[in-house]
């Protein structure tokens, strides 16, 4: 049982808050007392600008990854599910910020990526389309999340990911019910294309 101590790094890789980092260094800014105060991409792309934003979308997805990476290493499906879940945990509520993070999104997206290449694709393709027809960030994020445990189950995932495929859905919609109210009341901000 020596191997759960990767679900414990994976919360500390979770919590590491790369969205407020790259909106200190790339604009100076504190990325909780901007726009939405929320600790993610679209926040950081709004305020310190795409570049900043794609860059924490990276990073972001990356330590998802980098969690079942480790999980892989030394554990079997069910340490790699809890290590996924403990990443998603650590980027929602971060010890490095208090308990105040992201929507967990992107770091969802980099976990179910590196457990299965063609449910991440399909989640990343489905975020991509329906943002760009409705221009809504958080109709896209809660679309794409909310159909992972379904194309885990169409994959034939095994249990233990359904089960983390279940938790990513059901948090970031939780995460998300400040958005659903907005999008309700007709205040949500769209995403705005601009021309160069």
């Known amino acids: 049982m020596t191997d759960y101590w990767v679900i ?14 790259v909106g200190r260094l790339w604009a100076g800014v504190d990325i909780r007392k901007c ?10 792309w709004r305020n310190a600008g795409p570049a900043a934003g794609i860059t924490a979308l ?3 997805l990356g330590k998802g990854m980098l969690a079942v990476w480790l999980a892989r290493q030394y554990g ?10 403990a990443v998603l945990v650590g980027h929602s509520w ?12 992107a770091t969802g997206v980099g ?5 299965s290449l063609h449910v991440g694709i399909t989640a990343m393709l489905t975020w991509i389309m329906v943002t760009g027809i409705t221009r809504y960030v958080s109709v896209g994020s ?26 990513a859905a059901v948090f970031a919609v939780y995460k998300h019910i400040p958005n659903i109210k907005r999008l309700i009341a007709g205040t949500e901000p769209k995403v705005v294309f601009k021309k160069s």
């Open 58 to 60: 990276v990073l972001d």
């Open 111 to 115: 976990v179910i990526t590196a457990i």
């Open 142 to 167: 809660i679309t794409a999340v909310v159909l992972i445990p379904f194309l885990m189950y169409a994959f034939h995932l095994e249990p233990p990911f359904l089960v983390l495929g279940g938790f």
């Open 76 to 85: 079997n499906d069910l340490i790699v599910s809890l290590s996924g879940i």
């Open 8 to 21: 414990i790094a994976g919360y500390l890789i979770g919590s590491i808050p790369f969205s407020y980092i």
């Open 94 to 105: 971060p010890v490095f910020l208090g308990f105040k993070g992201g929507k967990l999104v």
């Open 35 to 44: 726009g939405s105060g929320n600790v993610g991409m679209t926040n950081v």
